[in-house]
């Protein structure tokens, strides 16, 4: 069989279905520069970013987190991109907030914006100066109560209900600090990166969770309980298969396997994840030659360089 032609996670029989409630707009084709070279430039358009984020001003204004923190040293490394990947497969495995995302999201129209604002709401809040990082999440949360509705089995669902921010945050967390240890050259310890765990759940706090695991094992032991409720159904499976079609074209088995790698084993098994040790050895391979080569091409990204210029204003 050629891997390269595998589709990960499986589509139902019958193909693709658009969203329940939402257009599709047809997959945008690569760009000349490439795949990744386009993701990176669309994320850093500001018409991506959430409203009121800056990191220039108030001059001396410490943020939530301050540069020597080992928030700042994950967040300002490319490897952080997995995060809001390994989230988004986390996310596809929990029907209703599958649904909330098939019914009220604009991913499905414009995912590049989509991915924009959301990447742009941790630079805030990790980099921006205090007000804007507790305004960014007051508006988030705002705009989460509006997130609502019901499943096609009857059962109502909520964006900001306790469970489910618990699991974004537990997703979102792995995979930033997953990411992190598979392709960063110089990984923190343990004991830091529980710290990231730790920073990661006072941001989510701000949005509305409670509850939160706090360092990885407790994050480890809150998937063990979680695990019998999860499954991949036909709509997840179809967001998930929208979500990362480009990872599925011929040729580019290799990112499939990162992605995997970068997993928790859980999620592996769920969605069916065919990769070997081996295959996911050579992609974790490929994937830090080009997660850091990306990050040699862009060096300090300006959105740190202006909040350390912010932070260091007023000496």
């Not at 069989?1 to 409630?21: I, L």
């Not at 994840?273 to 830090?288: D, E, F, V």
């Amino acid at each position: 069989m050629d891997v390269s032609q595998e589709s990960f996670p499986a589509m139902p029989a019958d193909g693709r279905r658009p969203p329940r409630t939402r257009s599709q707009r047809p997959v945008d084709p690569i760009r000349r520069h490439g795949w990744i070279q386009d993701k990176l430039d669309h994320l850093m358009y500001e018409s991506a970013m959430l409203p009121g984020v800056r990191f220039d001003r108030p001059a001396g204004d410490p943020g939530w987190f301050s540069p020597g923190s080992a928030m700042w040293y994950v967040h300002s490394h490319f490897s952080a991109i997995a995060g809001g990947f390994v989230g988004l497969m986390c996310e596809g495995v929990k029907p209703d907030m599958v649904y909330g995302g098939l019914d009220h999201s604009d991913f499905f129209n414009d995912r590049k914006r989509r991915g924009g604002r959301s990447a742009s709401f941790y630079w805030a809040t990790v980099f921006g100066p205090t007000e804007v990082a507790e305004k960014i999440c007051r508006n988030v949360h705002r705009y989460h109560e509006t997130v609502q509705g019901t499943m096609p089995d009857g059962t109502p669902y909520a964006a900001n209900s306790a469970e489910n921010l618990r699991w974004a945050h537990a997703g979102l967390t792995w995979g930033y600090i997953r990411g992190h240890q598979l392709y960063h050259p110089r990984p923190l310890p343990p004991e830091k990166l529980d710290e990231v765990a730790d920073g990661m759940a006072r941001i989510h706090e701000a949005i509305g969770a409670t509850d939160l695991p706090r360092t990885m094992d407790e994050i480890e032991e809150y998937y063990r309980q979680m695990r019998p409720r999860m499954c991949l159904n036909e709509d997840g499976a179809w967001a998930l298969d929208f979500a990362f079609s480009e990872i599925n074209k011929p040729g580019r088995a290799p990112l499939r396997w990162a992605l995997e790698d970068a997993m928790p084993w859980w999620a592996r098994e769920i969605l069916g994840a065919k990769s070997t040790p081996r295959q996911r050895a050579i992609g974790r391979r490929l994937n830090r030659v080009v997660v850091n080569g990306v990050q040699t091409a862009i060096g300090t990204p300006w959105y740190v360089k202006e909040a350390r210029e912010r932070i260091r204003a007023d000496r």
